[in-house]
């Protein structure tokens, strides 16, 4: 292996923006994360990317290693092709010029995709989708989304979007989305969904992780992740129906609650769909590296490099 082999791999989040160096196994080094500032809207966002890269990238070379691509992934709609996020809800850009802006703050090939497709990506080469010609990965992260593999090539969509999952109507149809909708399962059974629920059950605010972390000793927590797993589970049966995957992987940081998220869900998932076999249901062992390591082999095309 050479230093060629480095490329540096970018992941939006809602919550946060994570940077680091892959090597062609996948093994990272400087990583770093900064928080994302959706709340001061999406040039503030652009500023981050941009900064954080250039910060990652010149560490690498002043290391003696340096990168030779970028992947950045990032969430809502994105025109690969050009290099632009063309829209996302939550953190309000239009037409992002992504590829331009970082391309041109590290004079490095720069490859965009979207998040969940990029993570979909890893999951299907090197997680708990290799070898399985037709999956369907769930990323459950700060929002909802989903990865259809159909006869083991990742579905693109008419508009690039499959795999809305997060926005598919399986909650309380009083509750309204960020993305104007209601009842979205992204509101249930994400990240920001389960902290929503314990607040506003409890009036105190937690993140996911500490609610997972009390299942066995808060009567609340116990209650809202019933909410989680059972709302969780009809969107699977609604996507499972309809792509017909072999196996379904739960991916992204909240399926590291592992048996705590996938016994129950299973149980309820089962169950929705009485009249026929139900999909093998899995927990990816990547967690919440997924995006990164998507990223890192969208760098490594756009490098001209073997995946």
Not at 119 to 136: C, F, H, K, M
Not at 185 to 211: H, I, K, N, P, Q
Request: proline share 5%.
């Amino acid at each position: 292996m050479t230093d060629r082999d480095l490329v540096l791999a970018v992941d939006v989040g809602g919550t946060s923006i994570k940077a680091a160096v892959l090597d062609a196994a996948g093994g990272e080094t400087l990583r770093r994360a900064v928080p994302t500032p959706f709340d001061d809207g999406p040039d503030a966002v652009i500023a981050a990317i941009r900064d954080l890269v250039s910060d990652r990238s010149d560490a690498a070379a002043s290391a003696g290693a340096p990168v030779h691509a970028v992947g950045l992934v990032v969430p809502g709609v994105v025109d690969t092709v050009a290099g632009i996020a063309r829209y996302a809800s939550n953190i309000g850009w239009h037409d992002a010029p992504l590829r331009d802006i970082v391309g041109g703050a590290t004079n490095l090939p720069t490859a965009v995709g979207h998040d969940v497709q990029a993570a979909g990506l890893a999951e299907a080469r090197v997680g708990a989708a290799q070898g399985v010609s037709d999956a369907l990965i769930v990323v459950l992260g700060t929002g909802i989304a989903a990865v259809v593999v159909s006869g083991g090539q990742v579905v693109r969509g008419a508009a690039a979007i499959p795999g809305e999952i997060g926005h598919i109507p399986v909650g309380d149809l009083e509750t309204r989305c960020r993305c104007g909708a209601f009842g979205c399962l992204e509101m249930f059974s994400s990240a920001r969904g389960v902290a929503r629920l314990y607040a506003e059950r409890t009036g105190r605010t937690v993140d996911a992780t500490e609610v997972v972390a009390h299942l066995d000793d808060d009567s609340d927590a116990a209650a809202v992740w019933q909410v989680v797993t059972k709302t969780l589970a009809r969107g699977l049966v609604a996507g499972a129906l309809i792509t017909d995957p072999a196996r379904v992987v739960l991916a992204g940081g909240l399926s590291q609650a592992g048996d705590a998220l996938l016994v129950p869900t299973r149980a309820a998932f089962e169950s929705g769909m009485p009249w026929r076999q139900a999909p093998e249901l899995v927990a990816s062992p990547l967690g919440g590296r997924a995006g990164l390591l998507g990223a890192g082999i969208l760098a490594r095309e756009a490098a001209g490099a073997t995946p």
